[in-house]
């Protein structure tokens, strides 16, 4: 804090306490200690050892450290030399214990669980009926153990199955929908206004003969197809012929209704109020 005394034509004549400015004004502070900003690390930094501490936990448990030590010096499972096996496991939860109590708390307890076994091995064993073994102290942790080596193998089979999201990904690919092109349904009364073009046209050229003339819509439809054939599109008006007269141009138009119904053909517009035409629903082989 900086003490300022008033000049002579100010109207306080009372000493006013100011806050000290930095000496540094021209630079960006880097930190802010306590609210104060720093333009400079200080030189005199210093960083207890306890500050920063990594701990890797190297076992997954106190089954998985009780596993490695058997498995590392090469004892059987089904026979463990509780005292070598005890002394070395207790050195690894004193190391533990010093760094996290709260981790070494499940150690702790299978630490007492082995003492226990190694002092009830100690005891004389129990009076048991003739031709009966008597019950070894370590065969439910041998049994616990056999368990979770075989659980444990299964989950690393497991783990060296490729995944998704770890070892590999989903191909993905996005489709403008725009570039899709999407022809509209002809609609019933598109039909209709074709047809009815039609039938003006034809009554430009008839002719008033009556004649008696049978006519087979499967016929029809036979020859809608061969028509069709080898080509991709014709034209809806191109099927018809006018001169033919009426009656040909009705069963024409029923076969073609019968194809469509079938799922044969397939009516298509390219959009709204366009021309109409038709195509084979199948590509022959």
Not at 59 to 69: K, R
Not at 223 to 250: I, T, W
Request: a negative charge; proline letters at 7%; zero cysteines.
């Amino acid at each position: 804090m900086t003490q300022v005394t008033p000049t002579v034509g100010e109207p306080d004549a009372d000493l006013a306490i100011l806050p000290a400015m930095p000496q540094v004004v021209d630079h960006i502070a880097v930190a802010r200690l306590y609210g104060e900003p720093l333009f400079a690390m200080p030189q005199d930094l210093y960083i207890p050892p306890d500050a920063l501490e990594v701990f890797l936990e190297a076992f997954e448990g106190p089954l998985d450290l009780l596993l490695y030590l058997i498995r590392k010096q090469n004892f059987n499972i089904l026979d463990i030399p509780m005292l070598s096996v005890t002394k070395q496991y207790l050195v690894y939860v004193d190391q533990i214990r010093k760094r996290n109590l709260e981790l070494a708390a499940e150690y702790l307890l299978m630490a007492a669980m082995l003492i226990e076994i190694k002092s009830r091995m100690l005891l004389p064993p129990k009076k048991v009926a003739e031709g009966q073994e008597a019950e070894d102290p370590r065969a439910e942790l041998v049994r616990r153990l056999i368990e979770y080596e075989q659980m444990k193998l299964a989950a690393a089979r497991l783990n060296a199955i490729p995944q998704f999201g770890r070892d590999f990904l989903k191909a993905e690919i996005t489709i403008e929908q725009s570039l899709v092109p999407r022809f509209p349904d002809v609609h019933v009364v598109d039909l209709q206004e074709a047809w009815r073009d039609i039938l003006k046209r034809a009554k430009l050229v008839q002719h008033h003969k009556i004649t008696r003339e049978e006519l087979s819509v499967r016929e029809h439809m036979g020859m809608v197809l061969k028509r069709l054939q080898g080509r991709r599109f014709v034209g809806f008006e191109d099927l018809f012929d006018p001169e033919s007269g009426a009656p040909v141009l009705v069963v024409t138009f029923i076969a073609l209704l019968e194809l469509a119904k079938e799922t044969l053909i397939e009516i298509t517009q390219a959009e709204a109020f366009a021309p109409i035409y038709v195509r084979l629903a199948y590509s022959p082989t």
